[in-house]
């Protein structure tokens, strides 16, 4: 049995301890100096430790509050190019989502972009295209992915060989049916081969938009436009089509149009574009259902403006038809839901989770805000970096 003297002995040794478990769970950044936080802020942003010259100006920076500044920095490195950005972008690119395939335009044109602070919109509608002028890289082709594959089994250094230069004057096809990343040849070879050209409008909505279809489901959308291929009785129960396929098909099939002229030629290893002319995968297993929707140009409408996917935040001021890829890159682009993906990607990628509290989720609010200003990715990462750089 503990005697009172000693019980008031013990509690207060528990209260000790306690209290030195809570320090040591105290924010890091209560705690470190600046340069701790400057080595921190570097290592999440470039993805490496900074150089000695370089960790003392940024924590001199980080000393007279300029932040800012310091997280400058950081992008500069270039292995926020080279690995950071890299990586970002790479499950972009591809159907497995994974970081694991080589370089390619598609991940070297959004690298250029966000390090020439290019208006991120243009991601999803211009005629725009990286390539390197590295010594002994071979030029690009619009039938392979060569020049690429050179940069990176040679480790290239992007953030100074990449050069701006545009779809239309290397892949042949007009600058009106260039469309951003969208018809880059890495993307079409990913998602214009074979099939029926949905999972173009499937990866685009789940990369810019950050939705999958099962996000979208919504029907009580009119099913006017869902193509022939769709069965209306799955398995021969129409009830499968009504409850689920209508809720994806009736938002997706109008908007995924604006794709009716692109194909991937796997024999080729080319993008085609036929101007005026519908793709035959467009028009394939009709006899599904004789009296679905019969694709006769690329004119789109995008139906989610009403309903419940009007929380995507299309823009009022721009029409919701249009022709083409590139109307429709630029009707996701101006919309609420790509600016806020667009932060929350990067939110994830410098700071190792997802926003998970009210405080977190007013800095996604504010550096929403502040890159609907510019769009300017680069300092989306700066900004992450600076919030998270303590935790």
Same mark, same amino acid.
């Not at 050069?163 to 880059?184: D, F, H, R, Y």
């Given at each position: 049995?503990?005697?009172?003297?000693?019980?008031?002995?013990?509690?207060?040794?528990?209260?000790?301890?306690?209290?030195?478990?809570?320090?040591?769970?105290?924010?890091?950044?209560?705690?470190?100096?600046?340069?701790?936080?400057?080595?921190?802020?570097?290592?999440?942003?470039?993805?490496?430790?900074?150089?000695?010259?370089?960790?003392? /100006?940024? !924590?001199?920076? &980080?000393?007279?509050?300029?932040? #800012?500044? @310091?997280?400058?920095? $950081?992008?500069? *490195?270039?292995?926020?190019?080279?690995?950071?950005?890299?990586?970002?972008?790479?499950?972009?690119?591809?159907?497995?989502?994974?970081?694991?395939?080589?370089?390619?335009?598609?991940?070297?044109?959004?690298?250029?972009?966000?390090?020439?602070?290019?208006?991120?919109?243009?991601?999803?509608?211009?005629?725009?295209?990286?390539?390197?002028?590295?010594?002994?890289?071979?030029?690009?082709?619009?039938?392979?992915?060569?020049?690429?594959?050179?940069?990176?089994?040679?480790?290239?250094?992007?953030?100074?060989?990449?050069?701006?230069?545009?779809?239309?004057?290397?892949?042949?096809?007009?600058?009106? /049916?260039? !469309?951003?990343? &969208?018809?880059?040849?890495?993307? #079409?070879? @990913?998602?214009?081969? $074979?099939?029926? *050209?949905?999972?173009?409008?499937?990866?685009?909505?789940?990369?810019?938009?950050?939705?999958?279809?099962?996000?979208?489901?919504?029907?009580?959308?009119?099913?006017?436009?869902?193509?022939?291929?769709?069965?209306?009785?799955?398995?021969?129960?129409?009830?499968?089509?009504?409850?689920?396929?209508?809720?994806?098909?009736?938002?997706?099939?109008?908007?995924?149009?604006?794709?009716?002229?692109?194909?991937?030629?796997?024999?080729?290893?080319?993008?085609?574009?036929?101007?005026?002319?519908?793709?035959?995968?467009?028009?394939?297993?009709?006899?599904?259902?004789?009296?679905?929707?019969?694709?006769?140009?690329? !004119?789109?409408?995008?139906?989610?403006?009403?309903?419940?996917?009007?929380?995507?935040?299309?823009?009022?001021?721009?029409?919701?038809?249009?022709?083409?890829?590139?109307?429709?890159?630029?009707?996701?682009?101006?919309?609420?839901?790509?600016?806020?993906?667009?932060?929350?990607?990067?939110?994830?990628?410098?700071?190792?989770?997802?926003?998970?509290?009210?405080?977190?989720?007013?800095?996604?609010?504010?550096?929403?805000?502040?890159?609907?200003?510019?769009?300017?990715?680069?300092?989306?990462?700066?900004?992450?970096?600076?919030?998270?750089?303590?935790?």
């Amino acid at each position: 049995m503990i005697k009172p003297g000693r019980k008031d002995a013990a509690a207060r040794a528990a209260a000790m301890l306690a209290s030195a478990l809570l320090v040591l769970q105290a924010p890091l950044a209560a705690l470190a100096g600046p340069r701790e936080q400057a080595k921190r802020l570097h290592d999440r942003i470039a993805g490496v430790p900074p150089s000695d010259s370089v960790l003392t /100006a940024m !924590a001199a920076k &980080i000393q007279s509050g300029d932040t #800012a500044g @310091a997280a400058a920095m $950081a992008t500069d *490195n270039p292995n926020f190019y080279n690995v950071t950005l890299k990586n970002f972008v790479a499950p972009w690119t591809n159907r497995a989502m994974t970081v694991f395939v080589p370089l390619n335009d598609y991940t070297a044109t959004v690298i250029g972009m966000i390090r020439d602070d290019v208006d991120f919109r243009q991601v999803l509608t211009g005629d725009i295209l990286y390539t390197s002028n590295a010594s002994g890289a071979p030029g690009y082709s619009p039938a392979n992915n060569d020049h690429y594959q050179y940069l990176d089994d040679n480790n290239v250094d992007l953030k100074s060989t990449l050069v701006q230069t545009t779809q239309s004057s290397l892949l042949g096809i007009p600058p009106e /049916a260039t !469309a951003g990343v &969208i018809t880059t040849r890495s993307a #079409a070879e @990913a998602f214009f081969i $074979a099939g029926t *050209n949905r999972a173009m409008f499937r990866f685009t909505l789940i990369n810019y938009m950050c939705r999958d279809m099962n996000q979208v489901l919504d029907i009580t959308r009119a099913p006017d436009r869902i193509r022939q291929d769709v069965s209306r009785s799955p398995g021969g129960d129409s009830r499968v089509f009504l409850n689920n396929c209508i809720g994806c098909h009736s938002g997706m099939d109008p908007m995924a149009q604006a794709f009716a002229y692109y194909n991937f030629n796997a024999t080729t290893g080319r993008l085609e574009y036929t101007a005026g002319t519908v793709q035959p995968k467009y028009l394939i297993n009709s006899d599904n259902f004789k009296a679905g929707y019969v694709t006769t140009s690329d !004119a789109w409408e995008n139906r989610w403006r009403a309903g419940q996917n009007s929380l995507m935040g299309f823009d009022a001021a721009m029409p919701a038809t249009g022709n083409g890829a590139k109307s429709l890159g630029a009707e996701f682009a101006n919309s609420d839901a790509f600016a806020e993906c667009q932060v929350e990607k990067v939110f994830k990628a410098v700071c190792l989770r997802d926003p998970s509290n009210d405080a977190d989720r007013a800095e996604v609010a504010t550096m929403t805000a502040s890159f609907k200003s510019d769009y300017k990715m680069k300092k989306v990462f700066a900004d992450a970096g600076v919030y998270c750089m303590g935790q």
